[in-house]
């Protein structure tokens, strides 16, 4: 497909279980977030794509790994995917299995605009605990945060606080990371203490509700881009008000 400016979209929710129609509902909900959208191809493991002629009743029936196959438009000058997989407990928070869903879309004026609506519209129809919404490259330098000295040694970026992995976070709601455009559910929002008025008068001057009680937070205005040196400030003070994230808050 087509190199063009991505925007990423991460959203981890409970593990899948039996002929979970969440991966049906994901689906839909992009759908109705950015107009005209129609994801009835998908891409094989040699980067063909086949028609769904019968895509509902598919994306309910293959659920393979705890996840589901990457899903598209069809449309190789404007590519917008999407698929999920499993991630045993053994290497997620809290000892518990997950269900994450990634997403691309074009980083374009249409991409931008539908932002936090499809990041919103993955979420909630995964029942997700939290998931982000961030440019391809800041996304390849957040994920530079996470670091381990035995599995991933390692120096955060940029003066950015270390990470750690997934399985040393303890509890599931809790965020590994942050990003530009950030879904935290009531759960993980309650995990971290957001929000509180007399200190996030900033964040939740660009932040919304949504149907079932999260937040959608965005740290900047613009994309985020950390070669600006006002959103890597920001990425900074939100890592500050938020110790929780990413674990650093426990031992």
Same mark, same amino acid.
């Given at each position: ?42 891409? @094989? ?51 518990? &299995? ?27 129809? &995964? ?5 982000? &919404? ?52 009531? &759960? ?16 939740? @001057?660009? @932040? ?44």
């Amino acid at each position: 497909m087509t190199t063009r400016k991505k925007l990423g979209i991460i959203v981890y929710a409970p593990a899948l279980v039996g002929n979970d129609r969440r991966t049906l509902a994901i689906v839909q909900e992009m759908e109705r977030a950015l107009p005209g959208l129609r994801m009835e191809w998908e891409v @094989s493991e040699d980067g063909r794509l086949n028609a769904l002629p019968q895509r509902d009743a598919r994306l309910v029936e293959r659920i393979e790994d705890g996840g589901f196959p990457l899903v598209c438009n069809g449309d190789e000058s404007y590519p917008v995917t999407v698929w999920g997989r499993g991630t045993s407990g053994r290497f997620s928070p809290g000892g518990q &299995a997950q269900f994450e869903v990634h997403a691309e879309l074009p980083l374009d004026a249409v991409g931008l605009s539908a932002a936090a609506d499809v990041l919103e519209a993955m979420a909630e129809a &995964a029942r997700a605990l939290w998931g982000h &919404a961030t440019p391809f490259r800041a996304g390849v330098e957040i994920a530079r945060q996470t670091i381990d000295p035995v599995h991933k040694p390692g120096v955060p970026p940029r003066g950015l606080p270390a990470l750690k992995l997934p399985e040393k976070i303890p509890a599931p709601e809790i965020p590994h990371r942050l990003g530009w455009l950030n879904y935290w559910s009531a &759960a993980a929002a309650r995990a971290i203490g957001f929000p509180d008025p007399a200190r996030d008068a900033e964040l939740l @001057s660009c @932040s919304r509700r949504t149907a079932t009680g999260g937040w959608v937070v965005k740290l900047t205005d613009a994309p985020l881009g950390l070669d600006n040196p006002a959103h890597l400030d920001a990425l900074k003070r939100a890592y500050a008000r938020f110790p929780e994230i990413g674990g650093r808050s426990t031992p």
